[in-house]
């Protein structure tokens, strides 16, 4: 399988209308680029279980594989966790749990310049 270039604002609208379509809630586009180098866009969303998390990602991975014939570059966390990390390059999508996603309050990280202790908890958590 082959892949193809997709521009990170396509893959970042089909990762959040997958997960819309799921019935994942709160689902919220960024554009980073500017900001960081890690990515173009991030996508968070909130599952409402374990399984429907698991559900979420696994819809999402599928799909971008059949519309765009991309996988993960990487992916993080498991379900187990409550929080689940799809990296796509350009675009990183963060499902989690609700109290995760309060707990991490991705949304307000990249608002502004991110801190080292706020990056230094992400990153510790997605090596887990």
């Known amino acids: 399988m082959t892949s193809t270039r997709v521009e990170p604002a396509v893959l970042a609208a089909f990762c959040a209308k997958t997960a819309d379509d799921k019935l994942a809630e709160n689902v919220v586009t960024l554009p980073i680029g500017e900001k960081s180098s890690v990515a173009d866009y991030l996508v968070i969303a909130t599952a409402n279980s374990m399984p429907h998390l698991t559900g979420l990602a696994s819809s999402i991975e599928r799909g971008v594989r059949e519309e765009y014939q991309l996988r993960p570059y990487s992916d993080g966390g498991e379900s187990s966790s409550g929080w689940v ?43 887990r």
Do not use: I, N
Not at 88 to 99: A, I, R, W
Not at 115 to 120: D, I, K, R, T
């Open 85 to 127: 990390v799809l990296d796509f390059v350009t675009v990183v999508v963060h499902l989690m749990l609700p109290e995760m996603r309060s707990r991490y309050g991705l949304e307000s990280l990249w608002s502004g310049a991110p801190s080292p202790e706020a990056l230094g908890e992400l990153e510790a958590h997605t090596r």
